[in-house]
């Protein structure tokens, strides 16, 4: 593998305290960042300082404390848009993460806009928290969703488009990047068919903001749903961007502090986005910290992590390809495709895999991953996820594989 020069993965690696211990004797290969990033003291300190030097309610007190957090939220509210590209930070709206995201546009949007008959496309490769707040406002509505479905290595069938998105389709929700196989979609053009037959179109990205270069423009999407916890911020806070006109337009999604302008004792008037959708006091160290976050992975640069990503995995598709009975859902190149992947081993149930693994240090993630539809497409009930970021170097897949092996051979 090629010696990645864009940025210094060992100084990296300093910045991130909990990868400094070892597990069970061997130096912790972290390969889980699917599921939520490391955080790099950067970011840990600045959440620390919060709590430490100036906690206080936001766009409340008029004392210095305050002051503060209100100024240092708001600051991190702007970081946001100008890290996608939006065109105002009224447009962010602060949620605790991309599920949280995704409801609020099922709850507000879709009660207010699907009508019985109406149809909204999914994808078979969907997270979990893409699917079922769909089917509950569904069932609510009447509306029926459709899916798209996926090749033999797990590609979203284009052709497909044609017959499943038409006049009746009110909404296209769909994963930038698979969080189980790695793909990354289309979305743009995805979206510019959805346009044409007057859909909106929702993106979920927690799989890929953290990961690579991503502008709400360029997407041309109508909503974008993301997690702090996926990008080196703090759990507990996330963020659901949505064009002006279409958030102007929804209800609110909770009720209580902060979210008003009047309240009488018969009816209340709602405050402007966004603040209409933040109700009761927010997540304010947390999001302070996620505009800590972005400003770490904007200085080594997102095209860097999104190419030190494809060179990892390029590297783990030709080093693992050499593991007997190792078989590998997904893309089976680095085209379009990022840096988590699953596998089964023959003979080998998948929470074995993980725990010999873990017993070599290396973290991975076991289970169906929050897809069991797509699981069920491939016929297995799990698989064994690894995931790379900017932390992770050529010599942790050598670990897998070496690990992967040793596995196979206890079970044979």
């Given at each position: 593998?090629?010696?990645?020069?864009?940025?210094?993965?060992?100084?990296?690696?300093?910045?991130?305290?909990?990868?400094?211990?070892?597990?069970?004797?061997?130096?912790?290969?972290?390969?889980?960042?699917?599921?939520?990033?490391?955080?790099?003291?950067?970011?840990?300190?600045?959440?620390?300082?919060?709590?430490?030097?100036?906690?206080?309610?936001?766009?409340?007190?008029?004392?210095?404390?305050?002051?503060?957090?209100?100024?240092?939220?708001?600051?991190?509210?702007?970081?946001?848009?100008?890290?996608?590209?939006?065109?105002?930070?009224?447009?962010?709206?602060?949620?605790?993460?991309?599920?949280?995201?995704?409801?609020?546009?099922?709850?507000?949007?879709?009660?207010?806009?699907?009508?019985?008959?109406?149809?909204?496309?999914?994808?078979?490769?969907?997270?979990?928290?893409?699917?079922?707040?769909?089917?509950?406002?569904?069932?609510?509505?009447?509306?029926?969703?459709?899916?798209?479905?996926?090749?033999?290595?797990?590609?979203?069938?284009?052709?497909?488009?044609?017959?499943?998105?038409?006049?009746?389709?009110?909404?296209?929700?769909?994963?930038?990047?698979?969080?189980?196989?790695?793909?990354?979609?289309?979305?743009?053009?995805?979206?510019?068919?959805?346009?044409?037959?007057?859909?909106?179109?929702?993106?979920?990205?927690?799989?890929?903001?953290?990961?690579?270069?991503?502008?709400?423009?360029?997407?041309?999407?109508?909503f974008l749903a993301f997690s702090g916890h996926k990008m080196?911020?703090?759990?507990?806070?996330?963020?659901?961007?949505?064009?002006?006109?279409?958030?102007?337009?929804?209800?609110?999604?909770?009720?209580?502090?902060?979210?008003?302008?009047?309240?009488?004792?018969?009816?209340?008037?709602?405050?402007?986005?966004?603040?209409?959708?933040?109700?009761?006091?927010?997540?304010?160290?947390?999001?302070?910290?996620?505009?800590?976050?972005?400003?770490?992975?904007?200085?080594?640069?997102?095209?860097?992590?999104?190419?030190?990503?494809?060179?990892?995995?390029?590297?783990?598709?030709?080093?693992?390809?050499?593991?007997?009975?190792?078989?590998?859902?997904?893309?089976?190149?680095?085209?379009?495709?990022?840096?988590?992947?699953?596998?089964?081993?023959?003979?080998?149930?998948?929470?074995?895999?993980?725990?010999?693994?873990?017993?070599?240090?290396?973290?991975?993630?076991?289970?169906?991953?929050?897809?069991?539809?797509?699981?069920?497409?491939?016929?297995?009930?799990?698989?064994?996820?690894?995931?790379?970021?900017?932390?992770?170097?050529?010599?942790?897949?050598?670990?897998?594989?070496?690990?992967?092996?040793?596995?196979?051979?206890?079970?044979?």
């Amino acid at each position: 593998m090629s010696t990645l020069t864009q940025f210094d993965v060992l100084a990296i690696r300093r910045e991130f305290p909990i990868l400094q211990q070892e597990v069970h004797g061997h130096r912790l290969a972290f390969l889980d960042s699917a599921a939520s990033s490391q955080k790099p003291r950067q970011v840990i300190d600045c959440l620390e300082d919060y709590y430490r030097r100036y906690n206080a309610n936001v766009h409340r007190g008029v004392y210095k404390f305050s002051e503060e957090a209100t100024f240092a939220y708001e600051r991190a509210r702007g970081k946001v848009a100008r890290f996608i590209g939006a065109a105002s930070q009224r447009e962010i709206i602060f949620t605790r993460n991309t599920t949280e995201a995704i409801n609020l546009v099922a709850q507000t949007w879709g009660a207010t806009n699907l009508r019985p008959g109406d149809r909204i496309l999914l994808s078979l490769m969907e997270h979990h928290s893409n699917i079922v707040p769909w089917q509950m406002i569904a069932q609510r509505t009447g509306a029926i969703l459709d899916y798209l479905s996926i090749d033999g290595e797990g590609r979203l069938v284009l052709e497909e488009l044609d017959q499943k998105l038409t006049e009746q389709t009110k909404l296209v929700a769909l994963t930038h990047q698979s969080n189980m196989l790695g793909t990354i979609n289309p979305v743009r053009m995805i979206a510019e068919r959805a346009h044409a037959v007057g859909a909106v179109m929702l993106v979920d990205g927690a799989q890929s903001v953290p990961h690579m270069p991503v502008n709400v423009t360029e997407l041309g999407c109508d909503f974008l749903a993301f997690s702090g916890h996926k990008m080196c911020a703090p759990t507990g806070i996330g963020v659901l961007w949505g064009r002006r006109k279409l958030l102007e337009a929804m209800p609110p999604f909770l009720g209580g502090g902060s979210m008003i302008k009047v309240v009488e004792l018969e009816q209340s008037t709602y405050a402007d986005v966004p603040a209409r959708f933040e109700a009761g006091t927010p997540a304010i160290g947390e999001a302070i910290a996620l505009g800590e976050a972005i400003d770490y992975l904007s200085a080594i640069g997102m095209e860097a992590i999104y190419q030190h990503e494809v060179e990892l995995m390029a590297y783990a598709l030709e080093r693992l390809g050499n593991v007997p009975g190792l078989t590998l859902y997904g893309p089976l190149t680095t085209e379009q495709r990022g840096g988590a992947f699953s596998f089964t081993l023959a003979g080998v149930h998948p929470h074995d895999v993980a725990a010999i693994l873990d017993g070599q240090g290396i973290a991975v993630r076991a289970g169906h991953h929050c897809t069991q539809p797509l699981h069920r497409h491939f016929d297995v009930p799990a698989t064994t996820r690894a995931s790379f970021y900017i932390y992770n170097l050529p010599e942790e897949v050598d670990r897998l594989a070496v690990g992967l092996e040793k596995a196979s051979k206890l079970f044979q």
